[in-house]
């Protein structure tokens, strides 16, 4: 049981950081497609 739980945590917790990524990645192509 605890052994899901951090998995699901650890799957979620992966989620958060490829969407910060990304939101990154367009903001940062937004400010070049502006210069």
Excluded: N, P, V
């Excluded at 917790?13 to 990304?22: E, H, K």
């Amino acid at each position: 049981m605890i052994q899901i739980e951090i998995q699901y945590c650890w799957i979620s917790y992966l989620t958060l950081i490829r969407i910060f990524a990304c939101s990154i990645l367009t903001s940062d192509e937004h400010a070049k497609l502006r210069w």
